[in-house]
């Protein structure tokens, strides 16, 4: 004969289960460090440097239930910040254009309607965006997964998805697209009574890569701050020396331990004040042009002299000679272009027996610039590199190219113990 379970002993074993049950089931989902997933895929590090350097990786913080469409490193345009200033858009928003606010799997994909689907980007929640140009339409096109299109009815910004890249089930999906995707219509979303922003010579510098010396140096000085007002003039035209250029300076130069009003000087002997494109530079009728630090010194001080040659537009300061080896950004009223080396101004640097390897500060009064304003001390801004990521969750391949985080240990255990439960209760009813 079975022992039957007394009544009172089999209310705490069903008390016990219920409670089990319930630690076990599962709770909201939380939000998700995007970064830190995205970290785990070095294919995605300039788009997550991006990300970090925007007001974006905030914005996520907060968030659960995304779909986040990453752009890889050679699918990226040289300057993504030019490339949206092309546009009319700001960077940042153009980042949020790539935020999906709904979890897409490719099984979600898959079963997309033909005429597609409208989900919401984060770029609508910033009220800038009218109608419903915020959103995207996501629709499949051929054997690719899915296609992201503006939902205007006029041609927009679009983008194919690559694949999936991972997953954290139902609270952030990662797809790889094939470029920068700018809405449509984005000179709608500002008001066309407010003057374009002025462009961010700093942040182009940056976006470019090879050019963090220089992008550091202007913004630590506060030369960068005096570009805005040339642009609403004549334009400007600035000469960028890559990182290479500052790394082969001769040991002597000593610029880097100018004070901050000289090497202020040296950063706006940089820059014309007028807007020239290559073009404009390769037939040059005037070849001595003045710079933006004329404007601290007396007439015919502080010129650059322009010439072509050998195919090339070489640039002479007296004591330096430079190429332009490529076109970093070109957008009226702004040129920004690539030089071969550091223009040092004659008027503070000598050479001493014809060779830039003897290239050194000059030290006599009569050489030194006049003073300057002291500029202000360097911000921290959103171009300075992210302290150390967290690490992301533990991932796990589930096929090819697309991985998912992997359910907790605990309850899975919590589950089992559930079920062992339940089975004592009904084993003695049998």
């Not at 706006?268 to 601290?296: C, D, K, M």
Request: charge should be neutral; hydrophobic fraction near 45%; proline fraction near 9%.
């Amino acid at each position: 004969m079975r022992r039957q379970i007394p009544p009172v002993s089999r209310l705490v074993l069903l008390g016990m289960a219920a409670l089990l049950a319930a630690v076990a089931a599962p709770t909201p989902a939380a939000a998700v460090n995007v970064m830190g997933v995205l970290a785990a895929f070095p294919d995605l590090a300039d788009f997550t440097r991006l990300l970090a350097s925007s007001p974006v990786a905030s914005e996520l913080a907060g968030r659960s239930s995304l779909t986040l469409l990453a752009v890889p490193n050679g699918n990226l345009p040289q300057s993504p910040s030019a490339f949206a200033a092309a546009s009319g858009a700001d960077l940042a928003d153009v980042l949020r254009y790539h935020v999906l606010l709904e979890y897409l799997a490719p099984a979600d994909l898959r079963r997309l309607p033909v005429s597609g689907k409208l989900v919401t980007t984060l770029f609508q929640t910033t009220g800038r965006a009218p109608a419903d140009l915020g959103a995207v339409n996501v629709s499949t096109a051929g054997s690719s997964l899915a296609v992201i299109r503006s939902p205007a009815p006029f041609p927009g910004s679009n983008a194919t998805v690559l694949g999936a890249i991972t997953a954290v089930p139902y609270n952030l999906s990662v797809l790889s697209v094939d470029g920068l995707i700018v809405p449509s219509g984005f000179d709608l979303a500002a008001s066309e009574s407010r003057p374009p922003a002025a462009v961010n010579i700093t942040r182009v510098l940056a976006d470019a890569r090879a050019f963090n010396v220089a992008a550091s140096m202007l913004e630590a000085s506060g030369v960068a701050g005096e570009f805005e007002a040339d642009e609403r003039g004549a334009g400007i035209t600035v000469f960028a020396p890559t990182d290479d250029a500052f790394a082969g300076l001769p040991a002597g130069d000593r610029l880097q331990s100018l004070p901050a009003d000289r090497k202020a000087v040296v950063l706006r002997f940089h820059v014309l004040h007028s807007y020239y494109p290559l073009g404009s530079l390769e037939s040059i009728v005037n070849p001595l042009q003045p710079t933006l630090a004329t404007e601290f010194s007396n007439a015919g001080r502080f010129t650059l002299n322009i010439t072509r040659t050998n195919g090339s537009v070489a640039i002479d300061t007296g004591v330096v000679q430079a190429t332009i080896t490529r076109t970093v950004f070109d957008q009226n009223p702004v040129a920004v272009f690539a030089v071969s080396k550091v223009l040092l101004p004659k008027e503070m640097f000598t050479r001493t027996d014809g060779g830039d390897s003897s290239i050194v500060a000059a030290t006599t009064a009569a050489s030194s610039p006049p003073p300057v304003a002291t500029p202000p001390e360097a911000s921290q801004s959103a171009r300075t590199p992210p302290t150390k990521l967290s690490s992301p969750p533990a991932l796990r391949s589930v096929g090819q190219g697309y991985h998912t985080a992997s359910a907790p240990a605990p309850a899975q255990a919590i589950g089992w113990l559930c079920v062992a439960l339940v089975y004592l209760l009904l084993a003695p009813l049998v």
